[in-house]
Structure formats: structure tokens, C-alpha cells
């Protein structure tokens, strides 16, 4: 079993839609979580850290469920500018950065 | 946040040499990492380059095959030695401030061997 795992995708949605992407970690020793976009050959940036009483910025929304070991990124309104991968990171107590697989997002007009 | 640049973006290499990739950054970080994303996949930590001693390597790599440097706190290398063809990927490397605070990385080198 992967230490951080996401949905496949692709998704592929229209200009508007409300997207949510899942991420279940292994490690419970885990002590930071955050959600990364990669666009097309270019490095990933940071898009929002993960704290358990959830976080909002702007149209993105991400939650941490410890308990479940779950997180999970909600955007709303999507964009076309939103169309990339986006890449669960869960961090352990050594500072590794650990990535899922990444879920590939295409919004579409 | 600090600017950290990689060099070089891009390069061709022929099979049996060695390329070295070069990371700095601006202002002293903790804690610096190499990492390699193969294509279509996502990007797997090859090390933690330990600033004045020898680099602490994941499963699956080695120092041999992966030399890396870290002279001081705002610089580093990592060499791929004795290149084949499966060798092609994108490498990465990555800092973060503090523990457990988010990683910024540089642009990444995109190795082809032929």
C-alpha cells in the first residue's frame, strides 16, 4: 500500500463545477499536510497547507481528518486556470515530504 | 520566501557519463532535498542533503550512484553517475525553512540519456 494515496482521475469538468479530491495517508505519525499544483513541466508550487480545523482560501477548501488519516480539497466555482495536477503531501516528523500520485484536473468551457 | 534556482533546465547526455546538478538559494535553509519525477508519475524523495556530511539516502538509491554535496546552507549538487537511458527523468531539489513547514523547489533539470 502507497503511503499517500489519491484519486486517479482525470477529472474532467465544466467552467462552474464544484471538484473534491480525496487523500488517505498510512503514516499516523504524520505531522503536516498540505496540497500542491503542478502544471504541464513545471515544478510544483504550493497551493494550501492542511490543518484539522480546516482552512479556506478563496474558491479552495481543505480538510484534515487525523482520525481517518483523510484529506481532501474542494474547489468551487473552477476555472479554467484551474486545469493541472494536483499533488497530496503529507510531511513526517523528519521533514520528508511524502506525494501521492497526483489527481489530474481538466476544466473544459 | 527564498528564490531558489536550478541549473542546468534541461540537458541530452549519453549513456556512461555524469551530470551535475546544481541548486542554490538565496538565504540559509534548514533542510534541502533531491528529488526525481520520472515521467507520468509523481516525484519520489531520493535524499536529504545534510549541510557538512554525507547525505541521508532513501531506499532505493545510493550515494555511488547519486553523489551529493552541500557545502554550506544555501547550496547543493546532486550527480547522476554512470547514466543509462532509465536515468531519464526530472530531478528536483527542495528546501523548506523549518521542520514540517512547507517545501518550495527549484524549476527542475530534465534529464534525457541517450
Known amino acids: 500500500r502507497k503511503e499517500v494515496e489519491q484519486d486517479p482521475g482525470p477529472f474532467n469538468v465544466p467552467e462552474g463545477a464544484t471538484v473534491a479530491f480525496n487523500c488517505t495517508y498510512s503514516?499516523?505519525?504524520?505531522?503536516?499536510f498540505f496540497w500542491y499544483r503542478q502544471d504541464c513541466r513545471k515544478e510544483p508550487k504550493l497551493l494550501m497547507s492542511?490543518?484539522?480545523s480546516g482552512n479556506e482560501d478563496g474558491r479552495f477548501t481543505a480538510q484534515l481528518n487525523r482520525a481517518s488519516q483523510y484529506i481532501s480539497l474542494l474547489i468551487r466555482d473552477s476555472k479554467l486556470s484551474d486545469s493541472a495536477t494536483y499533488l497530496c503531501?503529507?510531511?513526517?516528523?523528519?521533514?520528508?515530504?511524502?506525494f501521492g500520485d497526483g489527481t489530474t484536473l481538466t476544466v473544459k468551457p | 520566501s527564498a528564490v531558489i534556482s536550478q541549473k542546468p533546465s534541461r540537458d541530452i547526455c549519453q549513456r556512461g557519463t555524469s551530470l551535475t546538478i546544481q541548486c542554490q538559494v538565496d538565504?540559509?535553509?534548514?533542510?534541502m532535498f533531491w528529488y526525481r519525477q520520472q515521467p507520468g508519475q509523481s516525484l519520489t524523495l531520493i535524499a536529504t542533503?545534510?549541510?557538512?556530511?554525507?547525505?541521508?539516502?532513501e531506499s532505493g538509491f545510493v550515494i555511488d550512484k547519486f553523489p551529493i554535496s552541500r557545502p554550506n546552507l544555501t547550496f547543493s549538487t546532486l550527480t547522476v553517475s554512470n547514466m543509462s537511458p532509465e536515468d531519464s527523468s526530472i530531478y528536483l531539489c527542495?528546501?523548506?525553512?523549518?521542520?514540517?513547514?512547507?517545501?518550495?523547489f527549484g524549476q527542475g533539470t530534465r534529464l534525457t540519456v541517450v
Open positions: 492542511v490543518y484539522s
Open positions: 527542495s528546501f523548506s525553512g523549518q521542520l514540517n513547514t512547507e517545501a518550495f
Open positions: 542533503a545534510n549541510q557538512g556530511s554525507e547525505a541521508t539516502y
Open positions: 538565504s540559509q535553509v534548514t533542510m
Open positions: 503531501v503529507v510531511n513526517t516528523n523528519a521533514g520528508k515530504s511524502t
Open positions: 503514516n499516523s505519525a504524520s505531522q503536516s
